[in-house]
């Protein structure tokens, strides 16, 4: 290639796709000297490609090490770092805390990521949320974390409407609420229960959201739903291991107490269920 079409080439073509010719036309003083260099260097068979090659071995190493810059790491990775400036974008309810979360102590596991969140920034936080509707039709909502929050300490780009809070403040509320149903659970997936009306059972599914059990008892083609505060008897308790005959007469004798309003056939079916658990 001829000397100087490297210039040419540059101008008119390749910094073309970055921007206008008209713009540019090689006016970086910078790029015409380094063209200009390689150019003096190379001689008269000087290719564009070789000078392309050549430019970008020094495209990383020239950059400066103070350039500002942005770094995208998740809460995890930033532990022990800090940074001037942090930003902590999607903190909506079920995305920070994650609807995943279904405990008291899952929910303080969040709020402690949270605070490792907030403590990277040295000079200043910017915390962002997202509006609109989630795909399940429900209302997208800025994180609880956000309301712990003094107001003193918060300066809002767009304040928030008093009605859209107080309905933040009730899904919270809401929340909380399945969370403290959620601490009696005492069972977990595959547990065999007694239920003192259905008998005999399996635990497949813990349902958060309404907080029950799903459980398939062994006299039942269908699955049920039991609330967590119905109380169950765990199969392997003391109450059903007494194998004597004294014993599975006294809990035949608890069960017709403790059902006595349910008919003959339920009561006689339950029982053969649980005589064969003692």
Known sequence: MPRRCIGGA????????????????????????SITEYENSAGEETKLEEYLQQVSLYTNEDIQENRDKVKMMTIHTAKGLEFPY??????????????????????EEERRLAYVGF??????????????????GSYKYPSRFIFNIDKKYLNYVVELEENFIDNANDFITNSENILNRNNNIQFNVGDRIIHKSFGAGKIIKIDNINSSYVIKFDNSETYSNISFSMKLENENSDNFKDNSIDGQKNLENKIILEIKNESNNQIKNWIESAKKYI
């Open 10 to 33: 540059l101008s008119w073509g390749l910094l073309g796709i970055r921007s206008s010719p008209f713009q540019w036309r090689c006016s970086s003083p910078e790029l015409k000297n």
């Open 86 to 107: 942090v930003f902590i974008c999607g903190f909506n309810e079920g995305i920070f805390p994650s609807r995943k979360t279904n405990t008291k102590e899952k929910m």
């Open 119 to 136: 403590t990277r920034a040295e000079n200043a936080l910017f915390l962002s949320d997202a509006e609109g509707i989630n795909r399940d």
